[in-house]
């Protein structure tokens, strides 16, 4: 059995994850730090290739165990979160993803026009994997498949980014508590090292899972 298809992998590379930003935090220069993990920086760039590779192998993955319809909806939302990544739902101006772009009157008809048909065909490509994989999800979920904890740990490992990533201007805007430079050196790393770890975790899962079913049809 190969190390990917060990029982805590996931967790293992998580917790790893976490590790390495706290040591980034720790051992570099708060310039370079910076540099390093904000917007443009390395990390962020490793971030974008990571889920531009992500949905390229579910793509190109050859085997036959995850149905076309499947690879082709994890494609395009790997493609969609490489695009929130790069702020490309800003590409009218202001995000798509908030009602005022909705309601201003700064928004052009055409803009919501061609905004509307992204997220209907984004929302089409997570309701047909929702539709197709859910009741195996959950079964193998319980059964305590390798793949369905990978994914289980993807979820929790993006929530848990965008909660460090809110939570000093939360802070700030309940307590007006302007956080200093050594908690921002620990927060960064934090939530872009996560960030960079979500691509990296569909592919682990999509590897478990074939896995999985080569031992099931055996």
């Known amino acids: 059995m190969n190390l990917i298809n060990q029982r805590y992998f996931s967790l ?7 590790l390495l930003a706290l040591l980034s935090s720790l051992a570099l220069d708060y310039d370079f730090l910076f540099r390093f993990v904000d917007e443009g920086g390395f990390i962020e760039t490793l ?3 990571f889920y531009l590779i992500a949905a390229l192998f579910v793509l190109c993955y050859p085997r036959t165990t995850i149905k076309l319809t499947s690879r082709i909806a994890i494609a395009i939302l790997m493609l969609a979160m490489l695009a929130r990544e790069a702020d490309l739902h800003k590409v009218f101006g ?3 993803l908030k009602i005022k772009f ?3 009157a ?3 008809i055409s803009d919501k026009f061609c905004a509307a048909l992204i997220l209907i065909f984004l929302i089409f490509s ?4 929702i539709r197709h994989s859910t009741k195996n999800y959950l079964i193998d979920l319980k059964h305590g498949q390798y793949y369905a904890v990978t994914i289980l740990i993807f979820f929790i490992v993006l929530i848990v980014s965008k ?6 201007n939360m802070i700030y805007e309940m307590t007006s508590w302007l956080a200093p430079t050594w908690v921002i050196a620990l927060q960064l790393p934090q939530e872009e090292y996560l ?3 979500l691509p990296l975790l569909i592919i682990i899962a999509i590897m478990q899972y074939d896995h999985s079913k080569k031992i099931s049809n055996h």
């Open 102 to 104: 909705w309601l201003t």
């Open 47 to 49: 971030t974008l290739a």
């Open 163 to 168: 909660i460090i990533d809110r939570s000093v």
């Open 94 to 96: 202001m995000s798509m």
């Open 106 to 108: 700064e928004s052009t």
């Open 195 to 197: 960030e960079c770890l």
């Open 12 to 18: 293992l590379i998580t917790l790893l994850t976490c």
């Open 126 to 129: 997570l309701y047909t994997l």
